[in-house]
């Protein structure tokens, strides 16, 4: 995943892609939101919590059932050797790869 689909993704969040400045000591502040922490991180998308916070965000957004059908068409079209089944289908789709599918179905648009 890329640092600009990062950026896309926490910004769907509604939430800061912190920029870390050093503050006094060790200590780090975002020159964004001013929030401030000793270990300055991001979300990485790689984890179970981050998909399923996507996933809460599209529902609160409406977009869910957008993507849903989205995902469907793309596993069709794009996992080979999978007969498509509802089974198989929501095995793949729950998995923290997935957050990459959201990047990519922002960045072509349809939401
Ligand atoms: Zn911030």
Redesign the pocket.
Known sequence: MTEGDKILLTEYLWE????WDYFTGSSLI?R????SANHGHNRTFTTGNDLLDLKDKMVEKVDWDEFFFWAQKYFVENVPHVKYSWQMFTHWLLRPETCQLVADWLKEGTC
């Open positions: 800061c892609f912190h920029e975002c964004k939101c001013k929030v």
